[in-house]
């Protein structure tokens, strides 16, 4: 069965015209064959209007090979939304570079920059690198299908950039004379830094709020020349201002009325330890249950919910307003993945929503950077003019303590363990 019948087949709901929240692809190269085929994973997520019909994923250049479908539908935001989260495993014939075209159908209604049908093109590059002697990797990220910001408030979108080969990821809006996309007006309510792949929001007229098309592309380049080999011993040159793969990443960003306060922890939601930071590395062992915890908290509005973009398979736990766990078990054949998660708290007041900063974080799969516990030692001797508390030193010196450690390429969850003593220096060993 092709590909394209395969994703029409699983989709297909009932008939919706204005349905499309955006989506997000990336691939992962598995197995190389003895007869010259490779098979890939191509994971993707996929946003629609909640019970409507969506477009098929079409092979548009080279032989895209057969397709076989694993996906979880589910309502990420409840009569608004839903994301198919989904993976497709390609068995392509040779490992030559191919593309997948997503189109069809429409955008939702009232977009403001006038986008309406939808198109989303993956370039997948499964030939062997120069540099990694393996096949290359796709950058790896994911967002919501919608994002929500006051029209009043500053704020940045820091989107996850994370590319096992070592490469240099940017970002670009979609261009029509490429044909990534039929209508491609950027919103003109963001700025897009390229390199570091940040839209920043800010402040704008009330004339501006709605929702809004962000079609996106982001593409890897290599930090040094590099030479792809296909199996019947082809070669290409990349240098470094050669795209290697090309991934969508397309959503909407509402903008909503005007907050009274900006300042978080007020309407806005604030995250609060522990939840993770933003592009934090998590590792989660074949087989074995991850759990991320989340909190947050808003004095005057009241958190309603979590939303977030994950591996098809990840569940959630609410533990109270505001306490949520993400938890996952990746399974052997994921081993040496790596898988973006994001996520988002909201609130409501007086009927209004409100949306706390975007978080992704990235977890690797089937191995453990520090396997072996540390015992690193560092005597401190610390002046004050006061005694200081077990409690000022938590707060206060060991945070500084943990952010050099960080500094230096720790894991983020990295634990701290206090050996106090009132006749020597405190110690501090992760």
Known sequence: MSLSLLLLLLLVCSAQASHYYGSVMTYYPKTTNADGSMTVDLHYNLNIHCGSVFTVLTCSSNNCGTAVVHSVSKESDIFTWCQNEGLVTLQVPPNAPFQLLLSGGAWINFIRNSIGSVKAVTLVEPRNRSDTSQANRSPQTNILALVRV????????????????????????????????????????????????????????????GPWAVQLVMEDFPTQNITLTRTDGVQTTITTNNAISQLPVQFVLRVDRAVPSCTEGLYLPKFLPPTPDNKAQLYAPVDETLEISINATANISMISDLLFSGPYNMNQTTLGAGQYILSWTPSENQTGESHPVCFVVQAVFNSVTYQSELRCVIVNVGYDPFPI???????????????????????????????????????SDLPLKLNFSTTAPSAVSP
């Open 373 to 411: 516990p540390i015992f690193l030692g560092l005597r401190m001797k610390v002046s004050a003019l006061f005694s200081l508390s077990e409690d000022y030193i938590i707060d206060n010196i060991v945070e500084l303590i943990r952010a050099e450690l960080l500094s230096q390429g720790l894991p």
């Open 150 to 209: 006051p029209s009043n408030c500053p704020r940045d979108f820091n989107l996850l950039t994370f590319d096992l080969d070592g490469d240099q990821v940017k970002c670009r809006y979609a261009n029509s004379t490429l044909s990534e996309c039929d209508q491609c007006t950027p919103p003109s309510v963001l700025n897009l830094s390229t390199q570091s792949c940040i839209l920043s929001f800010s402040p704008t007229d009330s004339i501006n709020e």
